[in-house]
């Protein structure tokens, strides 16, 4: 049985910022790193830029960004992919997307849900693990992150374009997973506009 383990939001940020730049794994994760070891395939939402310099854009709420060198934390616990479109992706405009996706290819992490332009942001991970054929989408709700016809950033919620995709991938792939980041700060629960879009994309 193929085994993917799919985890939420990681910001490096804090105090636990030095412990991803030095790649301590069993500090971060402590008796989570198990459960990542041992998939077959691994991905989490990189809640925040990884940045060489900064470069805050003006917006309302934190601006985050942390070390291009927490790059060696997330590869030392194991974890193959992860999810861009987020709300938080673009903090440090387009120089900090670009920088965070140099580390990930540097470190042969894979990557989905932003881009150089809105037809890259949407294309999904599409990853054959155990001779079965997965399909990963990352979508975000409109916020500061959002990707242009020419501009990088986030993957957004579409329905039309979302649907497009989905339809495109829904008969090749044994396995289609979206995985969409949205909701209100503070917030414990799905907004009503959010459970319509969420119930009006095909199952």
């Not at 992706?89 to 900090?96: N, S």
């Not at 990707?147 to 289609?176: Q, S």
């Not at 997973?177 to 414990?188: A, D, R, W």
Request: aromatic share 8%.
């Amino acid at each position: 049985m193929t085994r993917i383990l799919i985890g939420g939001d990681v910001c490096p940020g804090g105090t636990i910022e030095q412990f991803f730049k030095e790649g301590k794994s069993e500090i971060i994760f402590n008796d989570l790193l198990p459960l990542f070891s041992s998939s077959d395939y691994s991905i989490v939402n990189l809640e925040c830029p990884l940045i060489v310099h900064r470069s805050p854009i003006k917006k309302d709420g934190r601006n985050l960004g942390v070390s291009v060198e927490c790059i060696n934390g997330l590869k030392k616990s194991h974890i193959r992919a992860v999810n861009l479109a987020n709300n938080h992706i673009l903090d440090h405009g387009e120089q900090g997307l670009k920088s965070t996706v140099e580390a990930l290819n540097s470190a042969d992490i894979e990557w989905f849900g932003a881009g150089s332009c809105l037809v890259e942001a949407q294309k999904p991970l599409v990853k054959t693990i155990n001779n079965s054929l997965f399909v990963f989408i990352g979508v975000a709700e409109h916020e500061f992150s959002i990707a242009g016809n020419n501009t990088w950033g986030a993957n957004p919620i579409d329905i039309i374009n979302n649907l497009k995709v989905i339809r495109k991938y829904r008969n090749e792939a044994d396995f289609l997973i979206v995985l969409l980041h949205g909701g209100k700060e503070h917030y414990p629960y799905p907004t009503p506009n959010l459970q319509k879009t969420c119930m009006d994309l095909p199952r």
